[in-house]
């Protein structure tokens, strides 16, 4: 998932949630993504309130581990294609398997 959609959830639900907490943005744009402790995402900003970028941060933290125990069960391949339409649903689904793949879901056969 984009850290960006991430950040955006994360936003709606302390809004929602917790209206009392600022979550203005501080500083430049962090250039180092290895700098965890300010911000986990190349291209983000830390929050200005330390209390909200360690709230931001768990977030993220629980995101990563559920996207890592989530098992996605895609439809059977049609073992021999007949015709486009065959071949395309396979292509599909062999597409759509590389691409959950590599977004760090598991899939099952």
Do not use: T
Not at 4 to 27: A, M, S, T, W
Not at 59 to 72: D, M, P, R, T
Not at 75 to 85: M, N, Q
């Amino acid at each position: 998932m984009s850290p960006f959609l991430l950040r955006e959830q994360f936003e709606e639900y302390v809004k929602n949630n917790i209206p009392h907490l600022c979550l203005d943005l501080g500083g430049n744009p962090i250039e180092n993504p290895d700098d965890i402790d300010i911000c986990p995402f190349s291209g983000l900003r830390a929050y200005k309130e330390i209390g909200v970028q360690m709230l931001w941060k768990m977030f993220y933290e629980g995101a990563k581990v559920s996207i890592k125990c989530s098992v996605i069960k895609l439809p059977v391949l049609k073992s021999i294609p007949d015709g486009f339409y065959d071949a395309g649903y396979n292509e599909g689904i062999l597409d759509c398997k590389k691409y959950l793949i590599a977004k760090g879901f598991k899939v099952k056969r």
